[in-house]
C-alpha cells in the first residue's frame, strides 16, 4: 500500500475524548499521562478492498515475509490489483509471488465480493455503521471481526472500537489494570478473558478506540523499560 504522507483528519475530537476518558476512568488517565498525546495517524489512501487485501497476506505471517509478498504482487500487477484483474490472474503467478493456496482462495472471494457490492468502496463504507461493516466485510472467505476491527480504528478513525481478543490489548490491559508478575515477561495465563476488557470498557465508551490506543501504548512502554538482559513481551 502507498502512503502519500498525509493523514487525515479525525472523524472526533481526541481532546474531548481523553477528557472523557480521564473523567471516567483514572486509572487510565494515569497511563494516559505516562505515554503522552494521543497520536493516532489515518491512512485514507487505501480502498476497503486493497485494505483487506494486504490484511489478508499479512495473516499468520511474520511482517517482513508479508511485506515481501506483497511487494512482489505489487511488481507483478504495477499496483495493487483491481479486483476483476485478480479475478482473471491465474494462480500460478499469485503462487510465485509466495501467496498461499488458502490465501489466493479469500482474495478471489475478497475480489467477488467487491465486484458484488458486499465490500463497499470507500466512500460507502464512510456512510455505514460500524456493526454493518463488521456484518458485510466478515462474509470474506478469511475475514474476522479482529481484522474488521483494526480497519475500523486505522483507516476509518472510528472512536468506539474496542478489539477485546487483541493480544496487545489484553497485555497492556493487564499492565494497567492488573497486577502482573515483575519477575518474568507475562504468559497468555496473565491475560484477562475478553469479557473482563469488555466490561471495564464501557466505562470508556464512546471513546475505545482511544482506550484501546493506550493499551498499545502500555505495551510499548512496558517493553522501553523492562530490566536489561530481559524480553519484554
Known amino acids: 500500500m502507498i502512503h502519500d504522507g498525509r493523514s487525515p483528519k479525525l472523524p472526533f475530537d481526541p481532546k474531548k475524548a481523553i477528557a472523557h476518558l480521564r473523567l471516567g476512568d483514572p486509572k487510565l488517565g494515569a497511563l494516559i499521562d505516562r505515554a503522552g498525546p494521543f497520536a493516532l495517524r489515518l491512512d485514507h489512501s487505501a480502498t476497503p478492498f486493497e485494505s483487506l487485501l494486504e490484511s489478508i497476506l499479512y495473516q499468520q505471517l511474520h511482517g517482513k515475509a508479508a511485506a515481501a509478498i506483497h511487494r512482489r504482487l505489487r511488481e507483478y500487477f504495477g499496483g495493487d490489483p483491481a479486483p476483476q484483474l485478480l479475478l482473471d490472474t491465474p494462480d500460478e503467478p499469485l503462487r510465485a509471488a509466495g501467496v498461499s493456496t ?100 464501557q466505562r470508556w465508551a464512546p471513546y475505545r478506540s482511544v482506550a484501546s490506543w493506550y493499551m498499545w501504548r502500555a505495551c510499548h512502554l512496558a517493553r522501553n523499560t523492562a530490566p536489561t538482559g530481559r524480553s519484554a513481551r
Not at 143 to 153: A, Q
Not at 158 to 171: H, M, S
Not at 190 to 199: A, G, I, N, Q, Y
Request: hydrophobic share 40%.
Open 102 to 201: 488458502n490465501k489466493i482462495k479469500a482474495l478471489r472471494d475478497l475480489a467477488a465480493r467487491t465486484l458484488d457490492g458486499t465490500v463497499p468502496g470507500h466512500a460507502a463504507i464512510l456512510k455505514m455503521s460500524d456493526a454493518d461493516i463488521v456484518e458485510r466485510l466478515t462474509e470474506v472467505r478469511g475475514i474476522g471481526s479482529w481484522t474488521v476491527e483494526m480497519l475500523l480504528i486505522f483507516r476509518l478513525g472510528r472512536p468506539d472500537v474496542l478489539p477485546v481478543t487483541d493480544y496487545g490489548v489484553r497485555k497492556g490491559y493487564a499492565l494497567t489494570f492488573m497486577r502482573v508478575p515483575k519477575s518474568r515477561p507475562l504468559e497468555a495465563s496473565d491475560l484477562p478473558k475478553p469479557d473482563v476488557v469488555f466490561r471495564r470498557g
